[in-house]
């Protein structure tokens, strides 16, 4: 097990930020990670994914373990279903091609996504409509004290609008090592519906010209995504910095009195979701900068990094968002990003 001292992660983390580790040592199989939590056994570790939905407010004062098992395995093929395994490892986007590719359905609309498959059951990630919970069966979990390896299912992960069980109270209990999805096998399936209402996927199908598709809806998401979010090895960012806040529906409907033009989308029956971007956008924050700390001038969600931003300038301008929403609408925004204190 190689470890290094005053390791920067500058180029482990989207956002770019400029920060180091006390220690880091990389992992790719599980009996690497089971030796390295054993190690540090005294120490609160920080286990490192893709790097992709955090910012580093300081440097890391602890152990930094980088989960980098690869690998994905078809376990069976039951009637019209494959169920599908990925190691944490792995990169999203690019698992989601490899489905595409075998024409496994199901999370094609989850399209680039940045981030591993480790850590996409922390987040329940989703996208135009889907979320991992809709073809998520289980994920291998390691118990970080001891070592123990287990199977977390569907109900047992409390999966929620960007939340599970893993950001509540298994919160540094667990590292996850594998997921285990049901996809829909379309070389034995030809009705299946593909999820295309949702945002500007419809206008996008008709844009490329070409025949609906589990194919043609990741490439329209893809070209929906790169038209609207920055590319991390462009400009750091970690996509969509917050959450899109869940409202009353009574509340609601006094705001449009005041804002008639303010945009929602039906959760259940007493609530609605609000776009946080248009909410951002409205407050006049879209292409503002604070230093090297900004809004993405065309996706007001995204929190940028210009160059040499801290994670303390990024947090600070974040701050300041909530403030003025919070002020304007009566609407609380909270960060889906993960901020990491040490």
């Given at each position: 097990?190689?470890?290094?001292?005053?390791?920067?992660?500058?180029?482990h983390?989207?956002?770019?930020?400029?920060?180091?580790?006390?220690?880091y040592?990389?992992?790719?199989?599980?009996?690497?990670?089971k030796?390295?939590l054993?190690?540090y056994?005294?120490?609160?570790v920080?286990?490192?994914?893709g790097?992709s939905?955090?910012?580093?407010?300081?440097?890391?004062?602890?152990p930094?373990?980088?989960?980098n098992?690869?690998?994905?395995?078809?376990?069976?093929?039951?009637?019209?279903?494959?169920?599908?395994?990925?190691?944490?490892?792995e990169?999203?986007h690019?698992?989601?091609?490899f489905?595409?590719?075998?024409n496994?359905a199901?999370?094609?609309?989850?399209?680039?996504i940045p981030g591993?498959v480790?850590?996409?059951?922390?987040q329940?990630?989703?996208a135009?409509?889907?979320?991992?919970?809709?073809?998520?069966?289980?994920c291998?979990?390691?118990?970080?004290?001891?070592?123990?390896?287990?199977?977390?299912h569907?109900?047992?992960?409390?999966f929620g609008?960007?939340?599970s069980?893993?950001?509540?109270?298994?919160?540094?209990?667990?590292?996850?090592?594998?997921v285990t999805?049901?996809?829909?096998?379309?070389?034995k399936k030809?009705?299946?519906?593909?999820k295309?209402s949702?945002?500007a996927?419809?206008d996008?199908?008709e844009n490329?010209q070409i025949?609906?598709?589990?194919?043609?809806?990741?490439?329209?998401v893809?070209?929906?995504?790169?038209?609207?979010?920055p590319?991390?090895?462009?400009?750091?960012?970690?996509?969509s910095?917050?959450?899109?806040?869940?409202?009353?529906?009574?509340?609601?409907?006094?705001?449009?009195?005041?804002?008639?033009?303010?945009?929602?989308y039906?959760?259940?029956e007493?609530?609605v979701?609000?776009?946080a971007?248009?909410l951002?956008?409205?407050?006049?924050?879209k292409?503002?900068?604070?230093g090297?700390?900004g809004?993405?001038?065309k996706q007001?969600?995204?929190l940028?990094?210009?160059?040499?931003?801290?994670?303390?300038?990024i947090?600070?301008l974040a701050?300041?968002?909530?403030?003025?929403v919070?002020d304007?609408y009566?609407?609380?925004i909270?960060?889906?990003?993960?901020?990491?204190?040490?």
């Amino acid at each position: 097990m190689e470890i290094r001292s005053h390791f920067s992660l500058k180029e482990h983390n989207t956002f770019g930020i400029s920060a180091f580790a006390k220690a880091y040592t990389s992992v790719s199989t599980i009996q690497q990670l089971k030796e390295a939590l054993a190690y540090y056994h005294n120490e609160e570790v920080f286990l490192l994914g893709g790097g992709s939905n955090m910012l580093l407010l300081n440097n890391i004062e602890r152990p930094v373990v980088h989960v980098n098992i690869k690998g994905i395995n078809l376990l069976k093929q039951e009637n019209q279903h494959v169920y599908i395994t990925a190691m944490a490892g792995e990169n999203w986007h690019d698992f989601v091609i490899f489905c595409i590719e075998n024409n496994w359905a199901g999370i094609e609309n989850m399209a680039l996504i940045p981030g591993n498959v480790g850590t996409s059951p922390i987040q329940n990630i989703g996208a135009y409509g889907v979320e991992l919970k809709d073809t998520f069966v289980s994920c291998t979990v390691m118990n970080i004290k001891t070592g123990d390896v287990t199977t977390l299912h569907l109900e047992d992960c409390k999966f929620g609008y960007r939340d599970s069980i893993f950001k509540n109270e298994a919160l540094g209990k667990y590292v996850i090592t594998s997921v285990t999805f049901k996809l829909t096998n379309l070389s034995k399936k030809n009705e299946y519906q593909l999820k295309t209402s949702y945002g500007a996927i419809k206008d996008e199908l008709e844009n490329l010209q070409i025949e609906p598709s589990i194919q043609a809806v990741a490439q329209a998401v893809i070209n929906i995504r790169s038209s609207k979010l920055p590319d991390p090895k462009v400009i750091g960012n970690s996509g969509s910095f917050f959450k899109n806040p869940i409202i009353e529906k009574s509340y609601y409907e006094d705001l449009i009195r005041m804002h008639p033009s303010i945009p929602h989308y039906p959760v259940n029956e007493k609530q609605v979701k609000v776009p946080a971007g248009w909410l951002i956008d409205q407050c006049g924050f879209k292409g503002k900068r604070r230093g090297d700390a900004g809004v993405h001038d065309k996706q007001a969600l995204v929190l940028v990094n210009h160059g040499n931003a801290t994670g303390q300038e990024i947090i600070a301008l974040a701050k300041e968002i909530q403030a003025m929403v919070q002020d304007r609408y009566g609407i609380t925004i909270e960060t889906e990003v993960n901020l990491i204190q040490n």
